[in-house]
Nanobody, 127 residues
């Protein structure tokens, strides 16, 4: 049962930007640790960025540091992932996940496996 909804994916040229959103129609996201994960064809799902539910601590994969920013909009019950300077290797399906006991420091999919996930949104970076 999907309880998170991702949006904002699409086709963008290298160097471009996209902002992904993760919304929760029936959950309070500010109570959860939230992570953004991605999976490219033929590859395992990997952590992109995570944000803590209690202190707002954030973490980023080395490959996206300085280019991506995760943030909360508690008024809209939404978590965003701003992606700048996109590269072809960022092409993947992006998923958001929430867990009351996620792990922001590790930011790996298995730590959110008992939580809630969205169905994903496709991001394609190509000229």
């Amino acid at each position: 049962q999907v309880q998170l909804v991702e949006s904002g994916g699409g086709l963008v040229q290298p160097g471009g930007s996209l902002r992904l959103s993760c919304a929760a129609p029936t959950l309070d996201l500010d109570l959860l640790d939230i992570g953004w994960f991605r999976q490219a064809p033929g590859r395992e799902r990997e952590g992109v960025s995570c944000i803590s539910g209690d202190d707002g601590d954030t973490n980023y994969a080395e490959t996206v540091k300085g280019r991506f920013t995760i943030s909360r909009d508690n008024a809209k019950n939404t978590v965003h992932l701003q992606m700048n300077s996109l590269r072809p290797e960022d092409t993947a399906v992006y998923y958001c996940a929430g867990d009351i006991r996620g792990n922001t420091r590790r930011c790996v999919p298995t730590d959110y496996s008992r939580g809630v996930w969205g169905q994903g949104t496709q991001v394609t970076v190509s000229s």
